[in-house]
Antibody
């Protein structure tokens, strides 16, 4: 079965760092782009960026460039999304997604990140 | 890149057909045939319903169809059912492997 399995929910304080993960299985991990999508509480979907694990080519939405870092470790079929200094406004559900046919055909279960003092 | 514009809500009675629009500009929707649509039920991850404007992934009901005219893409749900009540988002793939989502539409089955 093709799936993306994300790391568990996180509760952090403002200013702390965080790295969440997304592990792909059931397909050739290095042959598909993996993206990240943010959904703030009660709000819509926002595309953050995408990485090609085969060569680590990475693209970011202008809204998220410089705010987060996307990386991948193809040896363990895992993609990461990380923050250097979290803000309360980073509170959201973060989904990893597989890019195929210029769409997102597989979605992870989502990782809830709560940033609160 | 600005979010694509969708109506906030659309409603219909069981059995009816509804259409959700996704409006952009000649530089985005009008320039690319890479529109996809996603269904999201409360508390769940979104699900791909349509890709490349009008193609359905395996397993998606043929009650869902997509189209595009000029700068506006559309998702039509025919034979509306209670289970179709959800949020729907369009998305566009543009050059250089970047994407943008629509603002989202809440579909209510009356």
């Amino acid at each position: 079965e093709v799936q993306l399995v994300q790391s568990g929910a996180e509760v952090k304080k403002p200013g702390e760092s965080l790295k969440i993960s997304c592990k792909g299985s059931g397909y050739s991990f290095t042959s598909y782009w993996i993206g990240w999508v943010r959904q703030m509480p009660g709000k819509g979907l926002e595309w953050m960026g995408i990485i090609y694990p085969g060569d680590s080519d990475t693209r970011y939405s202008p809204s998220f460039q410089g705010q987060v870092t996307i990386s991948a470790d193809k040896s363990i079929s895992t993609t990461y999304l990380q923050w250097g200094s979290l803000k309360a406004s980073d509170t959201a559900i973060y989904y990893c997604v597989r890019g195929a046919s210029r769409a997102f055909d597989i979605w992870g279960q989502g990782t809830m990140v709560t940033v609160s003092s | 890149q600005s979010a694509l514009t969708q109506p906030a809500s659309v409603s219909g009675s069981p059995g009816q057909s509804i259409t959700i629009s996704c409006t952009g500009t000649s530089s985005d929707v009008g320039g690319y045939n890479y529109v996809s649509w996603y269904q999201q039920h409360p508390g769940k991850a979104p699900k791909l319903m349509i890709y490349d404007v009008s193609n359905r992934p395996s397993g998606v009901s043929n009650r869902f169809s997509g189209s595009k005219s000029g700068n506006t893409a559309s998702l039509t749900i025919s034979g509306l059912q209670a289970e179709d009540e959800a949020d729907y988002y369009c998305s566009l793939y543009t050059s250089s492997s970047t994407y943008v989502f629509g603002t989202g539409t809440k579909v209510t089955v009356l």
